[in-house]
């Protein structure tokens, strides 16, 4: 079976010759991934397995190997790019159990291959990962010296290649088609889960133009009205939108798991004075922000020209304003690595990509105006192309 791949044979080689070298400066023998993002990136498996354990193991030669339930062997074998041998099964005794564990089957499969007395990295802090699992791993190879690797493989992932552009190029296309469908159907008595369901479609549907469907995004849409605005993460209710409130709608296009994530704020008759100020605040500080999002400065410049424009406007926000991202699976679009906000000195490389978020949620509403960029030589490339202003509508 020959697999369908959406990078050359040569870009994975690029990748996992770029985390040896991560793993040698850290003492790391054998590592193993099992955040479902890392597994793509090095091998191009794309399934919805997550929830159960799976991994990806990589030595300090070979290919690396493929570890899961043995009924998504199958959609191993369609989508990485490893020989059928590098690519493993466990029984479905393994799964979801109280007598056994599937890292009990890896386990046995890392003595096997001799790891069983050398330094190995796991990822300690993710979302797929849990303390049984590491339990069981601790108590099946005593003689193992572990060492917490979290995000190791997310940090190579920083710069993205020409390939990996060209994809989140294509979900920017599908980003901005999708707050297009909101602009031209959002209005009062429109249910938000109406809204919400027309978001999805628009941002699935296959467009003949474009040449492109949609995946499905690692966060859902994010879309509290009035008074729920105030909180960041709520997502929708089956109420209808109703006069005098506003909305914001942080969504995302994807395609071959790329994401271009992107907010806009919405107002469903005359804006009171507190949004309209933040607007201009949010306005000028995203335009300083995107300026000083160039190679050789900082996370920490970013959030300084942002912070210094809202300080002028009298606002006070010291907080997280972005963080990278690419390609993702649930429950989270960003890269866990960098953060734009004061202290971090992490300096910017051409090709980093960023989801730039200047937002002020107030006590009563709030207020989210975004974008993703591309880090340049000569400031930040915006991916996709919305107006940025409060939209308001009667």
Known sequence: ???????????????????????????????IVSDPSNMAWLTGYDGWSFYVHQAVLVGDDGEPLWLGRQQDRAGALRTCHMRPDRIIGYPELYVQSTDHHPMEFLADRLAAFGWGHRRVGVELDNYWFTAKAYNVLCRHLPGVHWIDATGLVNWQRAVKSPRELDYMRKAARLTERMHGRIR???EPGVRKCDLAAEIYETGLRYDPTLGIGGDYPAIVPLMPSGKDAAAPHLTWTDEPLRPGEGIFFEIAGVHKRYHCPMSR???LGSPPKAIREAEAAVLEGLEAAVSAARAGNRCEDIAASLHGVFRNHGIQKDGRSGYPIGLSYPPDWGERTMSIRPGDRTVLEENMTFHIMPAIWAETWGLEITESIVIGAEGGECLAHVDRPLVVKD
């Open 265 to 267: 704020t919405l107002y």
């Open 184 to 186: 031209e159907i959002a």
């Open 1 to 31: 079976m020959t697999p369908v791949l959406h990078f050359s044979h040569d870009e994975f080689e690029r990748r996992l010759r770029k985390t040896r070298l991560a793993m040698e400066r850290l003492g790391i023998d054998a590592l």
